[in-house]
């Protein structure tokens, strides 16, 4: 036998479980009934629960505006309005947000704020053009 | 087959050879339950004319050892709490002593040493029973490249162990 085989026999015997501790917890896991099973079935329902509600998070959080707080007075009948950088922007609604304060004076307390982009149905916000801008909107809207 | 034989047969150079290549006593435990669990799920799919029992079970460990390794990432980022699970690049963990004696400890400590292909051949080696052959199909290198390997690492290993 030569000198390295003689080392791997060496090691080879090397024990690392002397007690038998460790086979008999592994055994007992091993065994156990259906933990394997419905530790899958658990795991298989929980990701497909998490993909879900995260696809659904997220497309209702691109399709709903953000509601923002109003300060007080700063609800004013409104119409469409685009802006860019900050500035009212009346001929091109693309690459800008829209913005639109619900209600008339003093009734409403929300502003809602959609993501840019060219909507066929909010085409008539280039037609129009708000009332002057409010400090307020400056703030909180960015293009 | 009766399986709780074979188990008795081969748990310990199973987890072994886990051990050593992760490094960690209870890393190694948790991994070889995952082996033996799906060993004993897929007993039925165990077919002896490709290969004896041995050959399947260190199969399979080595599949958990190799999956473990790609999530590790992938749990740590999505660890809420302290991500204390290594890759057994380093050290060892603190080995308790009731079933890792000195030798056992030293022997770890200087695979420990060797990288993550070395450590993989060496621990083959030793507890699979597998040849230089059958360790090259598994491991996708060629046989005298294992052999040349081997041979390193088993002089590295002469030499720490020594120490």
Same mark, same amino acid.
């Given at each position: 036998?030569?000198?390295?085989?003689?080392?791997?026999?060496?090691?080879?015997?090397?024990?690392?479980?002397?007690?038998?501790?460790?086979?008999?917890?592994?055994?007992?896991?091993?065994?156990?009934?259906?933990?394997?099973?419905?530790?899958?079935?658990?795991?298989?329902?929980?990701?497909?629960?998490?993909?879900?509600?995260?696809?659904?998070?997220?497309? !209702?959080?691109?399709?709903?505006?953000?509601?923002?707080?109003?300060? !007080?007075?700063?609800?004013?009948?409104?119409?469409?309005?685009?802006?860019?950088?900050?500035?009212?922007?009346?001929?091109?609604? !693309?690459?800008?947000?829209?913005?639109?304060?619900?209600?008339?004076?003093?009734?409403?307390? !929300?502003?809602?704020?959609?993501?840019?982009?060219?909507?066929?149905?909010?085409?008539?916000?280039?037609?129009?053009?708000?009332?002057?801008?409010?400090?307020?909107?400056?703030?909180?809207?960015?293009? | 087959?009766?399986?709780?034989?074979?188990?008795?047969?081969?748990?310990?150079?199973?987890?072994?050879?886990?051990?050593?290549?992760?490094?960690?006593?209870?890393?190694?435990?948790?991994?070889?339950?995952?082996?033996?669990?799906?060993?004993?799920?897929?007993?039925?799919?165990?077919? @002896?004319?490709?290969?004896?029992?041995?050959?399947?079970?260190?199969? *399979?460990?080595?599949?958990?050892?190799?999956?473990?390794?790609?999530?590790?990432?992938?749990?740590?980022?999505?660890?809420?709490?302290?991500?204390?699970?290594?890759?057994?690049?380093?050290? @060892?963990?603190?080995?308790? @002593?009731?079933?890792?004696?000195?030798?056992?400890?030293?022997?770890?400590?200087?695979?420990? #040493?060797?990288?993550? #292909?070395?450590?993989?051949?060496?621990?083959?080696?030793?507890?699979?029973?597998?040849?230089? #052959?059958? *360790?090259?199909?598994?491991?996708?290198?060629?046989?005298?490249?294992?052999?040349? *390997?081997?041979?390193?690492?088993? #002089?590295?290993?002469?030499?720490?162990?020594?120490?």
């Amino acid at each position: 036998m030569t000198e390295q085989e003689d080392f791997i026999r060496l090691c080879s015997n090397a024990d690392f479980d002397k007690n038998r501790a460790v086979q008999a917890r592994v055994w007992a896991r091993v065994t156990a009934r259906g933990a394997g099973v419905y530790r899958r079935w658990t795991f298989a329902a929980v990701a497909a629960g998490v993909l879900f509600a995260a696809g659904f998070g997220a497309a !209702s959080l691109m399709r709903r505006p953000a509601d923002l707080p109003v300060p !007080s007075g700063a609800a004013v009948e409104y119409s469409w309005t685009c802006r860019a950088g900050g500035e009212v922007h009346p001929a091109d609604c !693309s690459c800008l947000r829209h913005v639109s304060v619900y209600g008339g004076a003093g009734t409403s307390r !929300s502003v809602r704020v959609f993501s840019g982009g060219t909507d066929g149905a909010r085409r008539e916000c280039t037609l129009r053009q708000g009332p002057p801008e409010l400090s307020f909107y400056r703030s909180c809207v960015t293009c | 087959m009766d399986f709780s034989t074979v188990y008795q047969e081969l748990f310990k150079p199973v987890f072994a050879y886990v051990l050593l290549r992760v490094n960690d006593c209870a890393l190694a435990e948790d991994l070889c339950a995952l082996t033996w669990r799906k060993a004993y799920e897929k007993r039925n799919l165990f077919n @002896p004319e490709k290969g004896n029992f041995r050959q399947w079970i260190f199969t *399979i460990a080595r599949n958990e050892i190799n999956m473990h390794r790609r999530l590790y990432y992938v749990r740590r980022f999505l660890s809420l709490t302290g991500f204390e699970e290594g890759l057994g690049e380093t050290e @060892p963990a603190a080995l308790d @002593p009731e079933f890792c004696g000195g030798e056992e400890a030293n022997l770890l400590r200087a695979v420990s #040493r060797l990288n993550g #292909r070395e450590r993989d051949l060496v621990a083959l080696k030793f507890y699979s029973g597998l040849n230089n #052959r059958e *360790i090259a199909r598994q491991t996708g290198l060629s046989e005298s490249n294992v052999g040349t *390997i081997l041979h390193r690492c088993l #002089r590295k290993l002469r030499e720490e162990m020594k120490v």
